[in-house]
Nanobody, 131 residues
Framework: QVYLVESGGGSVQPGGSLSLSCKAS???????????MAWFRQYPGKERVGVAV???????EYANVVKGRFTISRDNAKNTLDLQMTSLKPEDTAMYYC??????????????????????WGQGTQVTVSS
């Protein structure tokens, strides 16, 4: 069982930046580097939606609405996943979740933005963008 803990959420004005981090523990024998890691976000009363993913070979994908503004990265030595968010907009306000998958890579057909692909989830961290 992989345990994921997010941190770094908070409040920021439109146009500002925030960085989120996710720390993994309890990884399997293959190690953290074997996992595909993603960020999702959830608006109140809505389903979680994929924001970005980085798979176990370093390939990345982003939701169109965050391309060019968000950057996902991972540090396999530290078992961490980061999301650098810039040019934040009020519509980026949501609960952000870290998720882990051991399935197919992006190239192999991982449906990265579908939450059923991920077995492990963090508890979430709130991001609020408001003036």
């Amino acid at each position: 069982q992989v345990y994921l803990v997010e941190s770094g959420g908070g409040s920021v004005q439109p146009g500002g930046s925030l960085s989120l981090s996710c720390k993994a523990s309890g990884v399997n024998y293959s190690g953290y580097s074997s996992y595909h890691m993603a960020w999702f976000r959830q608006y109140p009363g809505k389903e979680r939606v994929g924001v970005a993913v980085i798979d176990n070979v370093g390939a990345t994908e982003y939701a169109n609405v965050v391309k060019g503004r968000f950057t996902i990265s991972r540090d396999n030595a530290k078992n961490t996943l980061d999301l650098q968010m810039t040019s934040l907009k009020p519509e980026d306000t949501a609960m952000y979740y870290c998720a882990a998958s051991t399935g197919r890579t992006i190239l192999q057909g991982l449906n990265w933005d579908q939450d059923y692909e991920y077995k492990n989830w963090g508890q979430g961290t709130q991001v609020t963008v408001s003036s």
